[in-house]
T-cell receptor, first 115, second 114 residues
Framework: DAMVIQNPRYQVTQFGKPVTLSCSQT?????MYWYQQKSSQAPKLLFH???????NEADTPDNFQSRRPNTSFCFLDIRSPGLGDAAMYLC??????????????FGPGTRLLVL | GENVEQHPSTLSVQEGDSAVIKCTYS??????FPWYKQELGKGPQLIID?????GEKKDQRIAVTLNKTAKHFSLHITETQPEDSAVYFC?????????????FGKGTKLSVKP
């Protein structure tokens, strides 16, 4: 089945130690998104890629970076995780970007714990 | 800024009853309104969506209605079952600075009691 895959499902890291979360998709969608979701809150968009075009949300901390080496894969790098970065990180995809908003399909998420 | 308000934040119903969740949005140019179901420890799953050229859409026990004049839309679940228990998020497109972004409501935790 075509889908959005996230690995690992659970990630434990130490305060200040860089960590990378990965996302892959078999939908061949042009757009990939990274969201942060804290407990009992709505997902918050960090950034998205439209093909190779990177778009950062204005309030996304510099500590968060992303890479998209090809259509299928996208990575979220947290350079120096703080305790406040513990959250569920969700990857999503959509076929296109623009005024005719396309459906976003979410992966299962990676829960990040910072010790 | 643009936002989506969702009510109620928690909803408890008996199995077999109906559940209704309501959302209002502020961007009059919004044209796409998806609903997501999120079970504990999982990612949001799209359950139904509606576009601005349609007033109502139904898929088995789930329906969504849209009132563009009043800028609100609602999710209706009939004949609820325990497996419907989850957090439900509404969302609307925000066609402002970051064109095409989805703005999410804060979620409704639905509990269906057997």
């Amino acid at each position: 089945d075509a889908m959005v895959i996230q690995n690992p499902r659970y990630q434990v890291t130490q305060f200040g130690k860089p960590v990378t979360l990965s996302c892959s998709q078999t939908l061949n969608h042009n757009v990939m998104y990274w969201y942060q979701q804290k407990s009992s809150q709505a997902p918050k968009l960090l950034f998205h890629y439209y093909d190779k075009d990177f778009n950062n949300e204005a309030d996304t901390p510099d500590n968060f970076q992303s890479r998209r080496p090809n259509t299928s894969f996208c990575f979220l790098d947290i350079r120096s995780p703080g305790l406040g970065d513990a959250a569920m990180y969700l990857c999503a995809t959509s076929e296109r970007w623009g005024k005719l908003q396309e459906t976003q399909y979410f992966g299962p998420g990676t829960r990040l714990l910072v010790l | 800024g643009e936002n989506v308000e969702q009510h109620p934040s928690t909803l408890s119903v008996q199995e077999g009853d109906s559940a209704v969740i309501k959302c209002t949005y502020s961007d009059s140019a919004s044209n796409y309104f998806p609903w997501y179901k999120q079970e504990l420890g999982k990612g949001p799953q799209l359950i139904i969506d509606i576009r601005s050229n349609v007033g109502e859409k139904k898929d088995q026990r789930i329906a969504v209605t849209l009132n563009k004049t009043a800028k609100h839309f609602s999710l209706h679940i009939t004949e609820t079952q325990p497996e419907d228990s989850a957090v439900y998020f509404c969302a609307a497109t925000f066609l402002g600075g970051s064109q095409g972004n989805l703005i999410f409501g804060k979620g409704t935790k639905l509990s269906v009691k057997p």
